[in-house]
């Protein structure tokens, strides 16, 4: 499977998961390691560091720290 396409379908919120207060809660984002408001059980990954130019190119979890 292609990185986009992984990207594109986990980054995405599932249309049959209702938005609870179980699912929504604080959580750690893997990027910048800060504290963020989720909105789903899969989102990992807060509003800023999805804003960045790494996250769109799919550069970030690679753990090198470099491209």
Not at 5 to 33: G, S
Request: charged fraction near 30%; aromatic fraction near 6%; hydrophobic fraction near 30%.
């Amino acid at each position: 499977m292609s990185n986009a396409l992984m990207k594109n379908r986990y980054q995405k919120k599932p249309e049959a998961e209702a938005v609870t207060e179980e699912v929504r809660k604080e959580r750690l984002c893997l990027m910048c390691h800060s504290d963020f408001m989720s909105g789903w059980s899969g989102e990992r990954i807060c509003p800023r560091c999805r804003s960045k130019a790494a996250w769109r190119e799919g550069h970030g979890l690679s753990g090198s720290g470099t491209s």
